[in-house]
């Protein structure tokens, strides 16, 4: 059998590998590995801003080649959802992984990674039918599903996600420590705007009125982080920090608004150990997501951490 090639030579950044078959993207993964280099994934969907950037610079930092793929993954979206309208920037994205030092990106074709027939799908059960998987049914499978198939083709060392999707991360992590992956999830922190809205892809779905009112997000979790700071480990006292913040802002409604206990995700009713305080909510027909992590100083102390 002769090697792979790549069909269609890139034209899209000067110093990007562009890569658009799985066969040629195996090849060129198994050639670093058998340099003994040590490979980065940055696996997104596009639409790229400075939260995927960061997730670049750190791997830049652990690993060479880093890899970062763009594929819009149409198992992830429900029925109703906005696949067709997704933001699709290739051209500029590709400039701005050439200028962070991504060596090569992925970016596979629909029909490659789900030809006629395919019918084998990968899902953590129970985390993925609940927050995020309770208003959007099938979206945690349609992730996990095609992050497998991502590893799978490039086998990296470390794999970078951001703590942004926290459930998210959290499945993933736990995905690959069932299937016992070769590859370290890794995770980033929440890059934010200005304003303390974190950077979404979906942002640019906002009206300048919603655009305006959609930091208050970010201020509901950060009442929490007050209320924490202050003491208060009532989860119901938290909520209502949170409620009163978010009923201020008539452009928002609230889908969920739950602290859970960071490596189960199951709702706590006092903050002990590590959590996440989650927020989903509407502007307009745009759904945001936000979280923030806290957890104890030292083990068993009272005094917590808060990353926003
Ligand atoms: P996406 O393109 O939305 O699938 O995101 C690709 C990766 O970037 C995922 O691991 C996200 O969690 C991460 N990401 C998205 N937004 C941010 C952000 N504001 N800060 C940090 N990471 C992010």
């Known amino acids: ?34 340099e003994s280099r040590v490979i980065g994934f940055v696996p997104t969907m596009g639409a790229l801003h400075a939260g995927h950037l960061s997730l670049v610079e750190r791997a830049r930092r652990d690993c060479d080649p880093v ?14 959802e906005d696949f067709a309208k997704y933001p699709r920037t290739l051209e500029k994205d590709a400039a701005k992984l050439a200028a962070a030092g991504v060596g090569a990106l992925f970016l596979p074709e ?25 208003t959007r049914p099938g979206h945690f499978c349609g992730v996990t599903t095609v992050v497998l198939k991502l590893l799978e083709i ?22 690959a420590r069932d299937l016992n992956l070769d590859t370290q999830i890794v995770l980033g922190p929440i890059v ?16 300048a009125e919603e655009r305006r009112a959609a930091a208050v997000v970010q201020r509901a979790l950060a009442a929490a982080g007050d209320e924490v700071r202050a003491g208060v480990r009532d989860v119901l006292r938290l909520q ?10 008539p452009l928002a409604r609230v889908d969920y608004a739950e602290i859970v206990d960071a490596a189960t995700f199951e709702p706590v009713l006092r903050v002990a150990r590590p959590a996440y305080v989650l927020l989903a909510a509407y502007l307009g027909r745009t759904r945001l997501i936000d979280n923030m992590f806290i957890e104890p100083v030292a083990e068993g102390a009272d005094e917590f951490a808060i990353q926003l």
């Open 110 to 134: 629909a029909a490659e990674m789900y030809p006629a027939g395919f019918a084998t799908y990968v899902n953590v059960e129970g985390l993925s039918e609940r927050l995020e998987g309770r």
């Open 67 to 80: 890899i970062a793929s763009i594929f819009v993954n149409p198992k992830q979206f429900g029925p109703k």
């Open 240 to 249: 209502e920090a949170m409620q009163r913040v978010l009923a201020a802002e």
């Open 192 to 207: 934010r705007e200005g304003d303390g809205l974190a950077m979404s892809s979906r942002n640019a779905y906002l009206s």
């Open 1 to 34: 059998m002769s090697a792979p090639r790549e069909p269609r030579p890139s034209t899209l950044a000067q110093s990007l590998d562009t890569i658009r078959t799985i066969a040629w993207m195996k090849e060129t993964a198994r050639q670093a590995r058998a």
């Open 154 to 175: 490039v086998q990296p060392t470390f794999a970078y996600f951001g703590r942004k999707d926290a459930q998210q991360a959290r499945l993933i992590t736990i995905m």
